[in-house]
């Protein structure tokens, strides 16, 4: 049974209380209680730019209005670290498609990889990127986006580790040294639906790392966050926020404390796409999480306990963070996401998962 703690709507945290100390310790409270209880918020008054955010979001429709052969110039299946370009509906999840057409970015790495490394070494490495003279700025603009919330990532992680009882530092473990970190992006668009069709941006899933950064670019309503009694909950658009999730990894190595919450997107209703940014906040590819599971204070773990029981969802875990290094659960997700781009890079992964091999649309879940 899902407890009095269950969630209606998504909190709001106000990232500027941390500048004082009298208003510190109400911050972390508020993320304390959203780690544990709702698995979702909204942060305001961070500390990424509204000048590059503003000017991406200005980018975005020029970024999918190029020519389609020079998007196909950059598709996915060129890059063996799944980076790039994805037409409309080229995915799946629950069985149905995603109608949502994409690019993959990630912040600037140089790959790790040489012969005799594991595989999942090679799934870290350099985007892609559309001709400069096409869309002028637009790499440099997002770059510095990147490198900017990349920041704030670490700056919350830190603050995820001392909202849940374990010092500044808690989590630093599940870090490399940046020269061998590298985080991704989507640069997404949601075209309205044909009539008839399904409503499914995508599907219910979770995301499998520890946090991910929502920018939603254009005002459409879709986004919706499944509380603890499996009730679908809006987290619409509010200006100059981003929305915060949790993921599967920081759910696995915090026992359960922290909660990966199942969330979608449902198409837009009108006569405009709807544009969105997820910034997906990466661990280290070598962790393996089964040996990581960390300890908690009891008085946090009371919270935890009085949260009640989550109803079931149609999203489906990840499994494999219970004998595998984190970059193979990862580079298995991609393979199930993108068989094309598999087959391709990664021929004998893609024939261990599909031995019968491959037709149609990739489904992760």
Same mark, same amino acid.
């Given at each position: 049974?899902?407890?009095?703690?269950?969630?209606?709507?998504?909190? =709001?945290?106000?990232?500027?209380?941390?500048?004082?100390?009298?208003?510190?310790?109400? %911050?972390?409270?508020?993320?304390?209680?959203?780690?544990?209880?709702?698995? %979702?918020?909204?942060?305001?008054?961070?500390?990424?730019?509204?000048?590059?955010?503003?000017?991406?979001?200005?980018?975005?429709?020029?970024?999918?209005?190029?020519?389609?052969?020079?998007?196909?110039?950059?598709?996915?299946?060129?890059?063996?670290?799944?980076?790039?370009?994805?037409?409309?509906?080229?995915?799946?999840?629950?069985?149905?498609?995603?109608?949502?057409?994409?690019?993959?970015?990630?912040?600037?790495?140089?790959?790790?990889?040489?012969?005799?490394?594991?595989?999942?070494?090679?799934?870290?490495?350099?985007?892609?990127?559309?001709?400069?003279?096409?869309?002028?700025?637009?790499?440099?603009?997002?770059?510095?986006?990147?490198?900017?919330?990349?920041?704030?990532?670490?700056?919350?992680?830190?603050?995820?580790?001392?909202?849940?009882?374990?010092?500044? $530092?808690?989590? *630093?473990? %599940?870090?490399?040294?940046?020269?061998?970190?590298?985080?991704?992006?989507?640069?997404?668009?949601?075209?309205?639906?044909?009539?008839?069709?399904?409503?499914?941006?995508?599907?219910?899933?979770?995301?499998?790392?520890? !946090?991910?950064?929502?920018?939603?670019?254009? $005002?459409?309503?879709?986004?919706? =966050?499944?509380?603890?009694?499996?009730?679908?909950? $809006? *987290?619409?658009?509010?200006?100059?926020?981003?929305?915060?999730?949790?993921?599967?990894?920081?759910?696995? =190595?915090?026992? /359960?404390?922290?909660?990966?919450?199942?969330?979608?997107?449902?198409?837009?209703?009108?006569?405009?796409?709807?544009?969105?940014?997820?910034?997906?906040?990466?661990?280290?590819?070598?962790?393996?999480?089964?040996?990581?599971?960390?300890?908690?204070?009891?008085?946090?773990?009371?919270?935890?306990?009085?949260?009640?029981?989550?109803?079931?969802?149609?999203?489906?875990?990840? !499994?494999?963070?219970?004998?595998?290094?984190?970059?193979?659960?990862?580079?298995?997700?991609?393979?199930? !996401?993108?068989? $094309?781009?598999?087959?391709?890079?990664?021929?004998?992964? %893609?024939? *261990?998962?599909?031995?019968? /091999?491959?037709? /149609?649309?990739?489904?992760?879940?």
């Amino acid at each position: 049974m899902a407890s009095s703690n269950d969630f209606s709507s998504i909190p =709001v945290l106000d990232y500027s209380l941390l500048s004082s100390p009298d208003t510190r310790t109400k %911050f972390i409270e508020e993320l304390r209680h959203t780690l544990i209880n709702v698995g %979702f918020l909204y942060l305001s008054n961070h500390t990424v730019s509204n000048e590059v955010i503003s000017s991406l979001i200005e980018y975005i429709p020029k970024l999918f209005a190029l020519p389609q052969e020079e998007k196909e110039k950059i598709k996915m299946a060129n890059s063996e670290h799944f980076l790039g370009y994805s037409k409309l509906g080229a995915e799946l999840t629950k069985g149905a498609v995603d109608y949502r057409e994409q690019f993959d970015f990630a912040t600037r790495h140089a790959s790790r990889w040489k012969a005799g490394d594991p595989d999942y070494y090679r799934l870290w490495g350099p985007s892609q990127w559309p001709d400069e003279n096409l869309i002028p700025g637009f790499r440099q603009t997002f770059e510095t986006y990147l490198e900017q919330v990349q920041e704030l990532g670490y700056d919350f992680s830190s603050l995820i580790s001392e909202a849940l009882g374990l010092g500044p $530092d808690g989590l *630093a473990r %599940f870090y490399d040294e940046d020269r061998l970190m590298q985080h991704r992006a989507k640069i997404v668009k949601y075209p309205i639906p044909p009539p008839g069709a399904n409503d499914q941006g995508v599907g219910p899933h979770y995301d499998a790392g520890f !946090s991910t950064f929502l920018l939603q670019a254009s $005002d459409h309503r879709g986004l919706q =966050v499944q509380n603890l009694a499996g009730e679908w909950i $809006d *987290a619409p658009p509010i200006p100059g926020t981003f929305v915060i999730n949790f993921g599967k990894a920081l759910e696995f =190595v915090t026992g /359960g404390l922290a909660r990966a919450t199942s969330h979608r997107v449902l198409s837009p209703k009108g006569d405009t796409p709807r544009y969105s940014v997820p910034f997906f906040q990466n661990i280290s590819l070598t962790i393996k999480l089964a040996d990581e599971v960390l300890e908690f204070p009891p008085e946090i773990l009371k919270l935890r306990d009085a949260r009640g029981t989550v109803a079931n969802t149609d999203s489906v875990n990840f !499994s494999e963070f219970h004998t595998e290094p984190s970059g193979k659960v990862n580079l298995i997700g991609r393979v199930k !996401s993108h068989p $094309d781009v598999a087959e391709r890079h990664y021929p004998e992964l %893609f024939k *261990a998962i599909f031995p019968n /091999g491959f037709s /149609g649309k990739g489904s992760a879940y």
